[in-house]
């Protein structure tokens, strides 16, 4: 895929697209940030403990990959067993409307087991991805899917997600070099507090920084100048941090 292409492409162009690049390009902690904005996305409907317990530790362990502990399998296995809680809740319902309502919480549950328990092909994202969409549009009544015109509210949110993924991992076929003089004092305090606190609204006073710092990269000041939608993983903020 041509670094043009990638400006545009579909989130499912883009993950057929990583195979063209070479091993570690795009790391599973850029993958699983996006597993984890799928969870921050659909917060209000993550209401089961165990599921919350689930995002919550891939969240905090993120930056370490999640390791394989026995504190890790007990929350993965109580994330699986309050999904399959949650389907059959949701099977049980009464009326379709209630069970498109209680889907929305089932698959909000899974997304968080996945986040947690990756073992799918590029950290299940697709799969994350087809779920979030499924459950914006069922939170949003969008009617079943035999109807007409049942897909939009579905699509509308994988267009959401395509810009996401990419202001998370950047654009493989165009890798920004970093000058390491350009991450000084304030920069570094500033791409620290916009990561941890989800503080986008920064991003404008980090590109004021980096240009104080000598930087004279297009590409890297545009983004952090750009309106977004920007999610935890921007890759701006990740390159004057230094993580991958």
């Not at 162009?13 to 570690?24: D, I, K, T």
């Not at 109580?78 to 809680?85: G, L, N, R, T, W």
């Not at 000041?221 to 309106?227: I, L, M, P, Q």
Request: aromatic share 8%; net charge negative.
């Amino acid at each position: 895929m041509s670094p043009e292409l990638w400006e545009t492409a579909s989130l499912r162009e883009m993950l057929h697209a990583l195979a063209e690049l070479p091993p570690g390009r795009v790391s599973d902690r850029k993958l699983d940030l996006f597993n984890g904005w799928c969870c921050h996305a659909l917060r209000p409907y993550l209401t089961d403990p165990r599921s919350r317990a689930a995002a919550r530790y891939a969240e905090q362990h993120i930056d370490q990959g999640c390791p394989d502990t026995p504190e890790r399998e007990d929350i993965l296995e109580a994330a699986k067993q309050a999904v399959e809680d949650l389907i059959k809740w949701a099977d049980g319902a009464p009326t379709a409307a209630e069970t498109r309502r209680r889907r929305v919480y089932a698959f909000t549950a899974q997304i968080a087991q996945q986040a947690l328990g990756h073992d799918q092909r590029n950290r299940g994202v697709w799969a994350n991805a087809q779920l979030t969409a499924f459950a914006f549009g069922y939170a949003n009544d969008e009617p079943p899917a035999c109807l007409p015109g049942s897909e939009e509210l579905r699509d509308e949110h994988l267009r959401l997600q395509a810009t996401i993924f990419r202001d998370v991992v950047g654009n493989p076929f165009r890798p920004v070099e970093f000058d390491p003089r350009w991450r000084t004092e304030d920069t570094l305090g500033l791409a620290r507090g916009i990561y941890d606190e989800r503080a986008f609204a920064r991003l404008p006073l980090l590109a004021d920084a980096l240009m104080d710092a000598g930087c004279d990269d297009d590409q890297l000041v545009g983004h952090c100048r750009s309106a977004g939608p920007h999610a935890r993983g921007c890759w701006a903020v990740d390159l004057v941090l230094g993580k991958r």
